[in-house]
């Protein structure tokens, strides 16, 4: 076999593989389609999700469903206005994100005038407030001081 038959073979193989490897893409790219339009197309006759392992009921009645003042697809802490943060919160991103974020009524407006800014936030209206004080009320911000001293510890001292 001379030089430009090898080189020929290589090439071939080359686009072989380039050819399977974009085709698998494409597969992949529609699947991913499918799923994201019905993802119940990819589950098993009789294979339900388990609800049990995220806590939430995939039942329809247990959608919004408060236990022990927690609502529970959520963990938003049950009060007045529960719903409008549910609502308009969630819709971009994780309830746990708004939860670890503990602010004053101030910068809570700051922020949300940030994500219309920046993050094509809509204009809440008179959600606004609502969404402000619920926050405010359930997840005030918390003063962290300095840990405790140390105590009852045992020093040893360092080999060098």
């Keep these: 076999?001379?030089?430009?038959?090898?080189?020929?073979?290589?090439?071939?193989?080359?686009?072989?593989?380039?050819?399977?490897?974009?085709?698998m893409v494409m597969l992949i790219g529609v699947l991913g389609i499918i799923y994201m339009m019905d993802p119940s197309a990819f589950t098993l006759k009789g294979d339900e999700p388990n609800s049990e392992v995220?806590?939430?009921?995939?039942?329809?009645?247990?959608?919004?469903k408060i236990e022990n003042g927690i609502h529970l697809r959520t963990g938003f802490k049950d009060g007045e206005g529960l719903m409008t943060v549910v609502n308009n919160c969630t819709?971009?991103?994780?309830?746990?994100?708004?939860?670890?974020?503990?602010?004053?009524?101030?910068?809570?407006t700051e922020t949300?005038?940030?994500?219309?800014?920046?993050?094509?936030l809509w204009d809440l209206g008179d959600n606004e407030k609502v969404i402000i004080?619920?926050?405010?009320?359930?997840?005030?911000?918390?003063?962290?001081?300095?840990?405790?001293?140390?105590?009852?510890?045992?020093?040893?001292?360092?080999?060098?």
Aim: net charge positive; glycine share 2%; aromatic share 12%.
């Design 112 to 120: 949300i005038r940030w994500m219309q800014k920046t993050q094509n």
């Design 54 to 64: 995220i806590g939430v009921s995939t039942e329809d009645e247990d959608w919004d």
């Design 133 to 160: 004080n619920y926050l405010v009320t359930n997840y005030p911000p918390t003063s962290k001081g300095r840990r405790e001293a140390l105590t009852n510890i045992e020093w040893y001292p360092l080999k060098e």
């Design 1 to 23: 076999m001379n030089k430009q038959d090898n080189f020929r073979k290589q090439v071939k193989s080359f686009y072989s593989v380039l050819v399977v490897s974009f085709v």
């Design 91 to 108: 819709n971009c991103h994780s309830a746990q994100l708004v939860i670890q974020n503990r602010m004053n009524e101030e910068r809570w």
